[in-house]
């Protein structure tokens, strides 16, 4: 069944590629799990969405909004229904995460952690995809970002990057832990080594897409499991 666009879904910003003689079919999501649509988080994830627009890409904003989102419970309803039994920002997000090539998922540091709401939406989401059998990550490149006043940037970096090591994703890096500091979105942007660091990033999953897509095309198979 074919997808609506995701700028039909609530909370999706859609933005289009638009660097020159480099156009391509490739889309990336990026999920913001702050609560504040605008700060931090938004700010460096932006930042991200522009390079990949730079190099001819597709990237989309979701925000998992201020709403209180439950965590798994583990009844298995998933299985049957495609998607999570609760209906709110998860069962939003699975909508349309088939549609996407890559994603990047974005928290502020809390307590040296991703957001509550951030850690029960993607143990929902990646729970009710497995378990529905549908793949809607299965080999498909992620990243995580963290936004920090100062600490935690580390502890939450490696709760985020277990999702997609758990998840059949690979992850992609830069040159150095994918962080910003500032209390504020200027301080965020005045981080000129965070920026640059986040930018790599943002470049290198550019150029695995283009790396896997071009594996497709020449045949390459999927990988062969015991």
């Known amino acids: 069944?074919?997808?609506?666009?995701?700028?039909?879904?609530?909370?999706?910003?859609?933005?289009?590629?638009?660097?020159?003689?480099?156009?391509?079919n490739?889309?990336?999501?990026?999920?913001?799990?702050?609560p504040h649509e605008k700060g931090c988080t938004h700010t460096v994830l932006t930042e991200i969405a522009s390079v990949f627009r730079g190099e001819g890409m597709s990237a989309d904003l979701f925000w998992v909004g201020t709403k209180p989102i439950q965590s798994c419970i583990d009844c298995g309803r998933c299985?049957?229904?495609?998607?999570?039994?609760?209906?709110?920002?998860?069962?939003?997000?699975?909508?349309?995460?088939?549609?996407?090539?890559?994603?990047?998922?974005?928290?502020?540091v809390h307590y040296a952690g991703a957001t509550g709401a951030l850690t029960a939406f993607m143990g929902r989401a990646f729970f009710a995809d497995l378990h529905s059998g549908q793949n809607r990550f299965y080999l498909k490149p992620a990243a995580a970002v963290v936004s920090t006043r100062r600490a935690g940037t580390t502890a939450t970096l490696d709760q985020l990057n277990k999702f997609f090591l758990w998840g059949h994703m690979p992850v992609i890096s830069s040159r150095y832990w994918n962080m910003v500091h500032g209390s504020s979105p200027e301080e965020v942007?005045?981080?000129?080594?965070?920026?640059?660091?986040?930018?790599?990033?943002?470049?290198?999953?550019?150029?695995?897409?283009?790396?896997?897509?071009?594996?497709?095309?020449?045949?390459?198979?999927?990988?062969q499991y015991d």
């Open 1 to 24: 069944t074919a997808l609506p666009p995701a700028s039909s879904h609530p909370g999706v910003s859609e933005g289009r590629g638009g660097g020159i003689g480099r156009m391509s």
């Open 26 to 34: 490739q889309k990336i999501l990026l999920v913001n799990g702050s």
């Open 189 to 223: 942007l005045a981080d000129k080594e965070g920026i640059r660091n986040v930018r790599m990033l943002a470049k290198n999953m550019a150029w695995f897409l283009r790396c896997k897509e071009a594996g497709e095309k020449a045949g390459v198979p999927l990988p």
């Open 79 to 108: 299985a049957e229904k495609g998607c999570c039994v609760f209906e709110d920002r998860v069962n939003d997000f699975l909508a349309v995460a088939g549609a996407y090539d890559g994603f990047l998922f974005g928290s502020p």
